[in-house]
């Protein structure tokens, strides 16, 4: 069973940054594309970034040129760096193999306010 397991979420100022990591366990990454998502409050789960096993990398337009997914398959961990947040970035934030998800980790939060 696979386990994921996101961090690295907080409080931040608009124009702040946030480093999100998710390691997972019970399964190597190195040979799915992995994905980042979010959840704000009263909305669904959307899809924001995804990283394929070759590195190859693609974004939603709502985080383009603010974000850069990558990974780190020894690490067995995905990162999401976040510039430049936004209020509207507040939300939990997943990340998940794309575009059959395992089971859901717990998120981490992120909350944009001043």
């Known amino acids: 069973q696979v386990r994921l397991v996101e961090s690295g979420g907080g409080l931040v100022q608009p124009g702040g940054s946030l480093r999100l990591s998710c390691e997972a366990s019970?399964?190597?990454?190195?040979?799915?594309?992995m994905g980042w998502y979010r959840q704000a409050p009263g909305k669904q789960r959307e899809w924001i970034a995804q990283?394929?096993?070759?590195?190859?990398?693609n974004y939603a337009d709502s985080v383009k040129g603010r974000s850069t997914i990558s990974r780190d398959n020894a690490k067995n961990t995905v990162y999401l760096q976040m510039n430049a947040l936004k209020p509207e970035d507040t939300a939990v934030y997943y990340c998940?193999?794309?575009?059959?998800?395992?089971?859901w980790g717990p998120g981490t939060q992120v909350t944009v306010s001043p």
């Open positions: 998940n193999k794309w575009p059959v998800p395992w089971d």
């Open positions: 019970g399964s190597n990454i190195r040979f799915f594309t």
């Open positions: 990283v394929t096993s070759g590195d190859s990398t």
